[in-house]
């Protein structure tokens, strides 16, 4: 199941990079959109480490 969670995890991370790439955004969003992504990620970590206790 936790596999099953990383994949859909990646999926939705690879989509957001694609949704992305061809938007021109300013070195502030860039920055707002990498802190949220940086925020997401800890929450999964969290998640992930929380299962293995």
């Keep these: 199941m936790a596999h099953e969670e990383r994949r859909n ?4 991370n690879d989509a957001s990079v694609d949704s992305c ?3 021109q ?10 802190n949220h992504e940086i925020e997401e990620l800890k ?3 969290a998640w992930l ?5």
């Design 49 to 53: 480490e929380r299962s293995y206790e």
């Design 21 to 23: 790439s061809g938007e």
């Design 25 to 34: 955004k300013s070195a502030t969003e860039q920055l707002v959109d990498a």
């Design 43 to 45: 929450l999964q970590i």
């Design 9 to 12: 995890m990646s999926k939705n």
